[in-house]
């Protein structure tokens, strides 16, 4: 799961951000409107959870602007106690949830992975691929009901292909996706067909199909065996 979170208090971000990271997933943060605009306009995003008090502008500016730019993106807002009146109106420009400050870590954490349940796997918790079942509340992949160990951008990387199924995946897009802010310090991208060279081999060892398909010169798709 790729998450952007826009929070502008640094003490708060942190703990956020090693909350979510804990739970296996991609964060990405920034503190101001424009920064917010300028990363969803470029990457994208599995949730975005904004805090609508901002130094720069309203939170609710980029609850429209995510509507606008991807409106498949999970919005989880971020409100204060009293804020009946950015609830009512964050929820009628598209939000999806949110959570009133001050808030349990765990509270969040479930109301994430709850939005994400809903947005991406229609309410489920399994998903299925010809012989290959992906549990994501374990975080465990079964290959003809056998546990199939991965490491974990392996699994990062197969549930990424499961999402995007018969869609063409540039090597650039995987790296984006997998390690977020942190890829524009790579010099290139063969790294990436290390990992999916290595999950490969597993999933084939264990009887699954040959479900990734390199397409030369532009990258990767997750077919049908």
């Given at each position: 799961?790729?998450?952007?979170?826009?929070?502008?208090?640094?003490?708060?971000?942190?703990?956020?951000?090693?909350?979510?990271?804990?739970?296996?997933?991609t964060?990405?943060?920034?503190?101001?409107?424009?920064d917010?605009?300028?990363?969803?306009?470029?990457?994208?995003?599995?949730?975005?959870v904004?805090?609508?008090?901002?130094p720069?502008?309203?939170?609710?500016?980029?609850?429209?602007y995510?509507?606008?730019?991807?409106?498949n993106?999970?919005?989880?807002?971020?409100?204060?106690?009293?804020?009946?009146?950015?609830?009512?109106?964050?929820?009628?420009?598209?939000?999806?949830?949110?959570?009133?400050?001050?808030?349990?870590?765990?509270?969040?954490?479930?109301?994430?992975?709850?939005?994400?349940?809903?947005?991406?796997?229609?309410?489920?918790?399994?998903?299925e691929h010809?012989?290959?079942?992906?549990?994501?509340t374990?975080?465990?992949?079964?290959?003809?009901?056998?546990?199939?160990?991965?490491?974990?951008?392996?699994?990062?990387?197969?549930?990424?292909?499961?999402?995007?199924?018969?869609?063409?995946?540039?090597?650039?897009?995987?790296?984006?996706?997998?390690?977020?802010?942190?890829?524009?310090?790579?010099?290139?991208?063969?790294?990436?067909?290390?990992?999916?060279?290595?999950?490969?081999?597993?999933?084939?060892?264990?009887?699954?199909?040959?479900?990734?398909?390199?397409?030369?010169?532009?990258?990767?798709?997750?077919?049908?065996?």
């Open positions: 799961m790729k998450l952007l979170l826009i929070e502008d208090n640094p003490h708060l971000t942190e703990d956020i951000l090693k909350g979510l990271s804990d739970q296996a997933m964060v990405e943060t920034v503190g101001l409107v424009a917010a605009k300028d990363k969803i306009s470029v990457y994208e995003y599995d949730i975005i904004v805090d609508l008090g901002l720069d502008g309203n939170g609710l500016e980029i609850v429209k995510i509507k606008e730019i991807n409106p993106t999970g919005v989880l807002i971020v409100t204060a106690r009293n804020s009946i009146d950015d609830k009512v109106t964050g929820l009628d420009l598209g939000a999806d949830d949110y959570i009133t400050k001050p808030f349990h870590m765990a509270e969040l954490i479930a109301r994430v992975r709850s939005l994400f349940r809903r947005k991406k796997l229609k309410g489920s918790t399994v998903l010809g012989v290959i079942k992906i549990d994501i374990s975080s465990t992949v079964k290959i003809n009901d056998l546990v199939l160990e991965l490491t974990k951008k392996e699994y990062d990387l197969l549930l990424y292909f499961f999402y995007n199924k018969n869609k063409m995946l540039t090597k650039e897009s995987i790296a984006e996706h997998l390690w977020g802010d942190h890829i524009d310090q790579a010099d290139n991208f063969d790294f990436i067909y290390t990992h999916i060279k290595n999950l490969r081999k597993k999933l084939q060892k264990e009887g699954a199909g040959e479900y990734i398909k390199s397409v030369y010169g532009m990258g990767y798709k997750f077919v049908e065996a």
